[in-house]
């Protein structure tokens, strides 16, 4: 018969080796005749935070510190639990806790770095990292998280550098490569970017992260046709859906007509420029028609989080739960119709929707092109962002094409345009402040050539990036090679209060979109602070954004078809006076007036398509949708060739309130 401190030794050792029923097994036969055993209890509790059982170990880890206050693990591994519930100062609480008892425990830092950077407080982020590493000067995971930390602090380059040290020491650490994809990224080295991520992905097939920041990245490069986008995001569609165990459907009623629950999935419940477009949905939904679910992955609640919770029938905070468990959430919630607002953007859960949790799963807001997704059903777009024809043929959703426009916007405060700045400085001033990944060598050509031709004009650019130096530096080198010199350029980084960065839209005459990857919401603060704005609009939905919007404000006349035609439409404008001074006058009353700040409205159209979708799901049989069961087939989206341009029009001329393209087949 072991004794209780050999079947102890046996337990760990099972555990350790990956055997978890036996080690729990084992732990519980020791509880039974020794129930004080703290490390056993401890144990055990950690077990069951593997396990995703995060109320038991709580429970037991909370009875092994009540036997032995004096051991640093427990409040530490407590500080984990904690941590995976979202519970970020709880957490913090326990590691400074196993800190007082061994204030040289590297892990209770290293884990309190990583609280303190979810929690916004970089700074104090970076000295915990600094200090582990001088505890442990070659733990990789360290420096990686310290090049994360240097990231949030607008570092990139020494970002880069130490994920850079991580991989010497750790050539396999596809975290550490995917820190410094973001790093190079934030430094406009895309193609450098893309080859990390890739890179990690194959290290480790399963990172999700990696895999969405190398899809988001693919948006900013103007060379990659559009069905070679398309394709990327149909392997990532392949990668995360197959080997998935079938599941049964949900059994939620097939009742066309009735109330209906609609869950939406986002990381940005917060302040944040998601809210100035979900914030109006969520206030003017039916709510005798629909009721508001949010499943917020929001780390750093604030007003904003809260106002969106008051207008929510339902609210979750889901950070920290695994892909299987907020699935399953999901689907004991009843949600009939689940929306991401992510798509590849970051805190995306798109692989909780590659698990099917709801009948009817829909994607809109967060991201300019198709998931990968066959267990997507739909994609919200308009018939300006994506024109029927080549566009539903490479997106592995079906596309729901709301009229007047795919986006609801609701202004925020700010102060009024004033006069032109023209009036005051004598000359034209052009600006774009817009993430500098959209700015390439293509835009930074065509914006040359304007400069050029306007011979007084300046050019402001204002973005979060341009607080590097290096970065402005390269930004100025490529002017220059352009024959742009510095005298001509303004190179502003980001202003923290948003006021602040609205009040600066009073320094600029003409704002300038890129390409391909339109502006969203800083397209619609330009308008609002009465600047008009000059797009191209391209061949997919994130090089036509810029023309659904201005199409709404009846503006078609500064969508340009070619890069001549962008050129000759801001040269125009800048050679009127007259005409800047009375666009900046009537914009914001435009704007008022228009399909895009009317939430009745949109939420009307939006609750119509909803409703579509679900009586489709009702009527259309078995329920199967694409992506449920072993044997569903991939998204695919074969090279059909790179659409053209198509021309403009203005989308809600005889438009209905939405228009849906037909069902997809599980194989499309």
């Not at 698990?355 to 308009?382: C, E, F, K, M, N």
Request: glycine share 10%; hydrophobic share 40%.
């Amino acid at each position: 018969m072991p004794t209780v401190a050999e079947a102890f030794r046996s337990a760990v050792a099972h555990h350790e080796a990956g055997q978890p029923a036996e080690a729990e097994a084992l732990y519980t036969r020791i509880l039974a005749v020794a129930p004080d055993h703290a490390g056993c209890l401890h144990r055990l509790g950690g077990l069951a935070l593997e396990t995703g059982r995060h109320d038991l170990a709580i429970a037991l880890i909370g009875r092994a510190m009540a036997i032995d206050d004096r051991e640093p693990v427990y409040p530490n591994t407590l500080g984990n639990v904690l941590y995976a519930q979202g519970r970020l100062d709880e957490a913090a609480a326990q590691y400074r806790r196993a800190l007082a008892l061994k204030p040289d425990y590297a892990g209770a830092l290293y884990n309190l770095g990583n609280v303190l950077q979810a929690q916004g407080r970089a700074a104090a982020a970076l000295a915990a990292f600094e200090q582990v590493l001088a505890l442990k000067p070659d733990h990789a995971e360290t420096l990686n998280n310290l090049a994360a930390v240097l990231l949030d602090l607008g570092r990139p380059d020494e970002a880069v550098a130490r994920a850079g040290q991580a991989l010497a020491l750790q050539p396999g650490l596809a975290e550490a490569l995917n820190t410094q994809g973001r790093g190079l990224q934030e430094l406009g080295r895309l193609d450098e970017a893309v080859a990390r991520y890739r890179q990690a992905i194959r290290l480790r097939p399963d990172y999700a992260e990696a895999h969405s920041n190398l899809l988001m990245t693919l948006n900013y490069l103007p060379d990659l046709p559009a069905a070679g986008l398309a394709g990327e995001h149909a392997r990532f569609g392949d990668r995360f859906q197959r080997g998935l165990p079938a599941r049964p459907l949900p059994a939620n009623l097939r009742e066309p007509e009735r109330r209906l629950r609609v869950g939406y999935v986002s990381g940005d419940f917060r302040d944040h420029v998601v809210g100035h477009f979900v914030e109006p949905l969520f206030a003017a939904h039916d709510r005798s028609r629909i009721a508001v679910h949010g499943y917020s992955e929001t780390l750093r609640p604030d007003a904003v989080t809260r106002r969106l919770r008051g207008l929510a029938e339902g609210w979750r905070d889901t950070a920290g739960l695994d892909p299987e468990t907020l699935a399953g959430q999901i689907r004991a919630d009843g949600i009939d119709i689940l929306v991401d607002l992510a798509g590849h953007s970051a805190f995306n859960r798109l692989p909780v929707f590659a698990r099917r949790p709801a009948p009817v799963q829909v994607t809109w807001l967060g991201y300019p092109a198709t998931t990968g997704l066959s267990a997507i059903d739909y994609r919200l777009v308009d018939a300006v962002t994506d024109p029927p024809g080549a566009a539903d043929r490479l997106a592995s959703e079906t596309l729901v094409r709301l009229g007047p426009g795919f986006l609801c916007y609701r202004p925020p405060p700010a102060p009024e345009p004033g006069p032109p700045p023209l009036d005051r400085n004598g000359f034209v001033t052009f600006g774009s402040f817009n993430n500098l990944n959209k700015v390439n060598d293509r835009v930074i050509a065509l914006w040359a050539a304007l400069l050029h031709r306007e011979a007084t004009a300046r050019l402001l650019l204002k973005s979060r990036q341009l607080a590097c130096g290096s970065v402005r530096e390269a930004l100025r080198r490529a002017f220059a090679g352009h024959g742009i010199g510095d005298g001509r350029l303004e190179l502003l980084g980001w202003t923290p209060a948003a006021s602040g960065h609205l009040e600066t839209y009073r320094r600029i005459d003409l704002a300038l979109d890129p390409f391909p990857y339109n502006g969203t919401t800083t397209t619609c603060e330009a308008l609002w602070m009465g600047v008009p704005v000059v797009t191209l609009a391209g061949d997919r939905h994130a090089a036509r954004v810029g023309a659904s919007l201005l199409g709404q404000l009846g503006l078609d006349g500064l969508v340009a078809g070619d890069a001549a035609g962008y050129v000759a439409i801001a040269a125009s404008l800048a050679g009127d006076p007259e005409r800047l001074a009375g666009l900046r006058a009537t914009l914001r009353d435009r704007m008022r007036a228009a399909p895009l700040c009317d939430a009745p409205g949109f939420a009307r159209r939006i609750e119509a398509a909803y409703r579509e979708m679900w009586r489709r799901w009702c009527r259309d049989g078995s329920g199967d949708g694409p992506g449920d069961g072993p044997g569903a087939g991939p998204a695919t989206a074969p090279d059909r060739g790179q659409p053209g341009n198509r021309p403009v029009t203005s989308p809600w001329s005889g438009a209905a309130p939405f228009a849906m393209g037909p069902p997809r087949s599980p194989s499309a």
